[in-house]
């Protein structure tokens, strides 16, 4: 029996000796077969010597795609890997990250072969240069966290985000290549190319995870709290570069894709939910300003209106308080609240923000 393509592409800038390690991790993988494309973002030190010492791996189940840029792309270079891609599986690795789990692949891609439901496989991470911090933290409640396990779409998605379970590393994640496009993936409205961004005014593209909200919507979840790969922490690494561009407009880019999840014609069969979460989502990443180039663009509805001004609003309240970025994460806070004996003041925070919140907004169900 055939078994299906796993689609890999690695979106790079620099840190060839990063590059190399991520490479080394694809080929060490035990399952087979595998299509790689390793794209150059037109990198000031060209990376193509450092990908052809792994040309020697190439067989009939392991092929290997350079490209090289003309022009920095940025998060773009995404998009382009991802169109090239063939395969009925697909993982977007990083070139900063490694997998240190062999076997990753081949019981994710088991997982989804066995069970048609499932579209989407998320697994932990590691962060380089930690005392082994992981990326997501699974509750108690589901058991033995460490094995797989395959949640409704509603339940994960209800689940994921940086004030619950954390946000998987990409080299984590494996998907449905032919579901994926046929949602939309990686493309407007879902994701936000610099051609997009620049005509809104914002500064750097992105997709802030919609993949797995429409994955999520259309189907069940593998996922586990087992480590797989290491989140790589280079100097001047490609992420962080973007990110500190990205930062300046963060809420605005975050606002365009959960509003356009919240208004999308989804019919998978746990749609309704993944709409509702979207719609939450738009005050965990508040908006920095009022962007009527944003509105204009969604003709000044109504809907658009009062979401991005209560954002605003969530965003200049939070400001005005000092309070952490992500200052609905209630639990973390209070535990630190307790360590630091601040809890008194807290409480009066606390109490605060959900008076305002309920005072201005009272059809928001923001509790605290």
Same mark, same amino acid.
Not at 52 to 80: I, P
Not at 304 to 328: E, K, N, Q, T
């Given at each position: 029996?055939?078994?299906?393509? *796993?689609?890999?592409?690695?979106? &790079?800038?620099?840190?060839?000796?990063?590059?190399?390690?991520?490479?080394?991790?694809?080929?060490?993988?035990?399952?087979?077969?595998?299509?790689?494309?390793?794209?150059?973002?037109? =990198?000031?030190?060209?990376?193509?010597?450092?990908?052809?010492?792994?040309?020697?791996?190439? @067989? #009939?189940?392991?092929?290997?795609?350079?490209?090289?840029?003309?022009? @920095?792309? =940025?998060?773009?270079?995404?998009?382009?890997?991802?169109?090239?891609?063939?395969?009925?599986?697909?993982?977007?690795?990083?070139?900063?990250?490694?997998?240190?789990?062999?076997?990753?692949?081949?019981? %994710? *891609? #088991?997982?989804? /072969?066995?069970?048609?439901?499932?579209?989407?496989? *998320? %697994?932990?991470?590691?962060? /380089?240069?930690?005392?082994?911090?992981?990326?997501?933290?699974?509750?108690?409640?589901?058991?033995?966290?460490?094995?797989?396990?395959?949640?409704?779409? #509603?339940?994960?998605?209800?689940?994921?985000?940086?004030? +619950?379970?954390?946000?998987? %590393?990409?080299?984590?994640?494996?998907?449905?290549?032919?579901? &994926?496009?046929?949602?939309?993936?990686?493309?407007?409205?879902?994701?936000?190319?610099?051609? /997009? &961004?620049?005509?809104?005014?914002?500064? /750097?593209?992105?997709?802030?995870?919609?993949?797995?909200?429409?994955?999520?919507?259309?189907?069940? *979840?593998?996922?586990?709290?087992?480590?797989?790969?290491?989140?790589?922490?280079?100097? @001047?690494?490609?992420?962080?570069?973007?990110?500190?561009?990205?930062?300046?407009?963060?809420?605005?880019?975050?606002?365009?894709?959960?509003?356009?999840?919240?208004?999308?014609?989804?019919?998978?069969?746990? &749609?309704?939910?993944?709409?509702?979460?979207?719609?939450?989502?738009?005050?965990?990443?508040?908006?920095?300003?009022?962007?009527?180039?944003?509105?204009?663009?969604?003709?000044?509805?109504?809907?658009?209106?009062?979401?991005?001004?209560? =954002?605003?609003?969530?965003?200049?309240?939070?400001?005005?308080? #000092?309070?952490?970025?992500?200052?609905?994460?209630?639990? +973390? +806070?209070?535990?630190? %609240?307790?360590?630091?004996?601040?809890? =008194?003041?807290?409480?009066?925070?606390?109490?605060?923000?959900?008076?305002?919140?309920?005072?201005?907004?009272?059809?928001?169900?923001?509790?605290?």
């Amino acid at each position: 029996m055939n078994k299906p393509v *796993v689609s890999i592409f690695v979106p &790079a800038y620099n840190n060839p000796i990063y590059s190399k390690k991520t490479l080394q991790s694809i080929v060490e993988q035990d399952y087979r077969p595998i299509e790689l494309f390793f794209l150059d973002d037109c =990198s000031p030190t060209p990376l193509e010597p450092m990908v052809e010492e792994f040309r020697k791996y190439e @067989n #009939d189940e392991f092929h290997l795609f350079f490209y090289r840029q003309h022009k @920095n792309l =940025s998060s773009d270079n995404w998009v382009y890997g991802f169109d090239h891609c063939t395969g009925k599986y697909v993982v977007n690795m990083q070139h900063d990250d490694w997998w240190t789990d062999r076997q990753f692949l081949s019981e %994710a *891609v #088991d997982l989804m /072969e066995r069970n048609l439901e499932c579209h989407l496989c *998320v %697994a932990n991470s590691i962060i /380089e240069n930690t005392d082994c911090k992981t990326m997501i933290h699974l509750p108690l409640s589901m058991g033995k966290r460490d094995i797989w396990q395959i949640l409704p779409g #509603d339940t994960y998605i209800n689940m994921l985000g940086y004030d +619950r379970i954390g946000v998987q %590393a990409w080299s984590g994640i494996v998907f449905n290549l032919p579901v &994926a496009r046929s949602m939309g993936v990686f493309h407007y409205p879902f994701y936000l190319s610099m051609e /997009e &961004a620049n005509a809104f005014g914002l500064v /750097e593209s992105d997709e802030f995870f919609a993949s797995q909200f429409l994955l999520s919507s259309f189907g069940s *979840v593998a996922i586990t709290e087992k480590v797989v790969s290491v989140r790589g922490k280079p100097e @001047n690494a490609w992420s962080d570069i973007i990110n500190k561009k990205r930062i300046k407009t963060m809420g605005q880019n975050a606002f365009v894709i959960y509003y356009n999840l919240y208004k999308a014609d989804l019919n998978g069969k746990y &749609a309704q939910a993944v709409k509702q979460r979207a719609r939450e989502t738009i005050f965990h990443f508040p908006v920095e300003k009022i962007n009527l180039k944003i509105l204009k663009h969604y003709n000044y509805s109504k809907d658009a209106i009062r979401l991005m001004l209560c =954002s605003y609003l969530v965003g200049l309240y939070r400001r005005s308080f #000092d309070l952490p970025r992500h200052y609905y994460s209630f639990g +973390r +806070r209070l535990l630190r %609240a307790i360590r630091d004996r601040e809890l =008194s003041q807290f409480l009066q925070q606390a109490r605060g923000l959900r008076r305002f919140l309920r005072a201005i907004f009272p059809f928001l169900k923001l509790g605290l």
